[in-house]
């Protein structure tokens, strides 16, 4: 089985990147220092097609391949992980639960706009006190009538406040099964639906233009109509978006590591020490060979987790492809910013390098979409081994 980008996604990759430059990464550390999400450049890229990659034509979309999206969160990546992640979210938790889930009424209703990139959908899952182990959800919808009474929480959602924020999906509780374990349903909640509270954005680590809130939801009713999914096959949906959701991080990840490697070839081609490159010390040399082989490695694991994807590969084998991918290209991103802050020295620790807004950025590779841990747990079940 071929990896290969065909022809045409290397000229998208052209394109991509030659908005990246334009766009992106001249503006990329004021909007770091300033916490600032740049509506204006989502809107543009959603003019470029970026959000409706893999959407029907039908909602405005180009009906792509999944292959492509990830050349697009790749090298927009390269540039600036929080508008990489802005656009994996975008798609792979905003858009893609409707477009798969989602009733014609719904898709019809959301979609377009979601497609356009003139508003953005978050996706609520984690909650305070159910992470990793998201079968422990606490909200809870109650049907009355024809409305969903919510009420609960949930933590660390991406694409959830902002002012083009259009909707946000949220899986709850909404009664309990005959094994005595609880059924758990998608709601679709719109923004400024009474009730429902974005409530201030986090002071972070890293992604500092990326949009995350702690959402709250008081009694707050929508109506039956926005069950999204069948009930009670809100966990099972929101596994199948987590194992997309995997490579696409796989995708931020890559181009981070793309990143820490150019940045790290030119700075160590340039910088003298003892009159000669540092560069040209093998203890230096070594360390940025390293990074090429990560790069090679990271992007083969990728595009062949996006290939089976696109092919419609058997779930078992596209969800250990998707889990391989995520664990060794996010480990190796956090890699990568270490070996590429120490290459930069002192200069390294200066935030008027990118190379420190890197190291900042990379750590939650490991941990958004499924810890490193919870990886190595599909891993081992996919092998066949008893894993609790």
């Known amino acids: 089985m071929s990896f290969e980008l065909s022809p045409e996604h290397n000229e998208f990759r052209a394109s991509v990147r030659d908005f990246a430059q334009a766009e992106i990464a001249p503006y990329a550390a004021e909007w770091d220092r300033k916490h600032h999400f740049p509506v204006d450049v989502v809107h ?14 039908e909602y405005g979309g180009a009906d792509g391949d999944f292959t492509s999206l990830c050349v697009a969160i790749e090298e927009i990546s390269r540039v600036d992980q929080s508008m990489g992640i802005t656009l994996e979210a975008a798609v792979g938790l905003g858009i893609n639960p409707i477009l798969t889930y989602g009733t014609d009424a719904q898709k019809q209703a959301w979609l377009p706009d979601l497609v356009a990139g003139k508003r953005l959908a978050g996706f609520g899952l984690t909650e305070p006190e159910s992470g990793s182990d998201a079968g422990a959800t606490k909200t809870r919808a109650v049907l009355e009538g024809d409305e969903w009474v919510v009420n609960g929480s949930k933590q660390f959602i991406t694409n959830s406040g902002s002012s083009i924020t259009s909707v946000v999906t949220v899986t709850a509780r909404t009664g309990e099964r005959a094994d005595g374990k609880p059924e758990i349903s998608t709601i679709i909640v719109p923004s400024g639906t009474p009730g429902f ?3 201030a954005p986090y002071d972070k680590l890293g992604w500092h233009a990326s949009d995350t809130h702690p959402l709250s939801f008081t009694d707050c009713r929508v109506p039956s109509a926005n069950l999204l999914g069948e009930r009670g096959k809100g966990f099972g949906q ?5 194992d997309d959701g995997r490579v696409a991080i796989s995708a931020v990840a890559l181009g981070c590591i793309k990143a820490c490697l150019e940045m790290s070839v030119q700075y160590a081609g340039e910088r003298k020490t003892f009159g000669v490159p540092i560069g040209a010390k093998q203890g230096v040399a070594f ?14 694991l990728t595009y062949k987790a996006a290939a089976l994807k696109d092919k419609g590969a058997p779930i078992k084998e596209f969800k250990q492809a998707a889990a391989v991918a995520k664990l060794y290209s996010t480990e190796a991103a956090v890699t990568a910013t270490r070996i590429a802050t120490q290459v930069f020295g002192g200069y390294g620790f200066m935030e008027e390098y990118p190379v420190t807004r890197f190291y900042r950025d990379a750590k939650i590779l490991e941990i958004g979409e499924g810890t490193s841990e919870v990886q190595r747990m599909l891993i081992a079940r996919g092998l066949g081994l008893p894993v609790e």
């Open 44 to 57: 543009k890229m959603g003019e470029l097609g970026l959000f409706g990659l893999t959407a029907p034509e």
């Open 197 to 199: 509270v974005a409530e």
């Open 238 to 242: 929101f596994l199948a978006t987590l």
């Open 287 to 300: 360390q940025i060979a390293d990074l090429q082989v990560m790069a090679h490695a990271a992007e083969m």
